[in-house]
């Protein structure tokens, strides 16, 4: 920090090593923003439906509090991804349940084991149209909610593409097409939704507020997020630990304001969830199924005219409250 070249350099932890007392995260100093695998986990089980409660994928939405909110850390502390240089791209943890590394040499036995991630009835590729359309659903949810979580977003290259390297999840050694960009087979689709989603990003100061959101609506000069069931019941203590219902949505609050500006819907179910909305006028401004909104709808938004709203299944819907009427 009083170096005069790396003083204003970001330093980046990867905070883990093998040794005793390795796994660091949280607890590198200063300016340090450190890798976080706990979003990692929880975002995939909880779009993959692998018994994360609601508690544990609002907590790594927000920040990651429990590790990063001490010191002089912020919620950009913590860098948000849920497919890194190890592991499974991003198209892959949603198109194999076993990792494939025979290519690699080792007779399978290298890269983690256990890595959440499914195949939804086939193991790799498959022309089943049914098959690839729930694995992109499912894929663009993630990547939708690594791009709007507070935190620093962190994307694999490619991952934006639809990149696979065919269930390799350890392909160091593999300098070849199966770890190269291919940028002649990029989804377009998923192009789409992250320019949207990152669009949106910049747009809305909330959903990069690096300052820890209040703990409850009792401090109203602090910028906050509520939580609310999907009959827009606000979430109990019960609530939070419950694995079986998974849908659930938030509320985004500036500082000092009364009415929510922002409205997010998650429905990780396999199917659509009707869901009761906060006193509005909201629009409808991104929808990471492209059910409702087509994927490149940004700037675009499409206004709500009903109190209930059906998400999609395996979605993830952002509102916005509307300024052409006035709130009731």
Known sequence: RQDPLLAQTRLI??????????????RFPGRFIDWNDRFRDAVRGYWLNRGVSRG???????????????GQRRPSSSVNYVAAH?????AD???????HNEANGESNRDGRVGEPSANFGIEGETSDPAILA???????????????AQGTPMLQAGDELGRTQRGNNNAYCQDNPLSWLDWMRADMAT???????????????????DRWFAPGPENPDIAQVLWYRPDAAPMQLEDWHETRQTAFGCA??????????LHLLFNPEAEARTFTLLPGPWALCMDSSGVELPTDMAPACTP???????????????LVRRTDEPTP
């Open 134 to 148: 729930l694995r992109q659903r499912v894929r663009h949810a993630m990547l939708a909610t690594t791009l709007l």
């Open 304 to 318: 709500i005219h009903d109190t209930l709203l059906r998400a999609p299944a395996r979605s993830l819907l952002v």
């Open 93 to 99: 943890v949603v198109a194999y349940a076993h990792k």
């Open 13 to 26: 932890a990867e905070p883990w090593d093998l040794g005793p007392e390795g796994y660091q995260l949280g």
């Open 86 to 90: 190890d592991g499974y791209t991003l």
């Open 191 to 209: 192009l789409e939704l992250a320019r949207a989603v990152l669009g949106m990003r910049v747009r809305e100061p909330l959903l990069r507020h």
């Open 56 to 70: 544990e994928f609002a907590r790594r939405f927000l920040g990651s509090s429990d590790f990063f909110s001490h």
């Open 252 to 261: 985004y609050h500036a500082a000092g304001t009364l009415h929510p500006h």
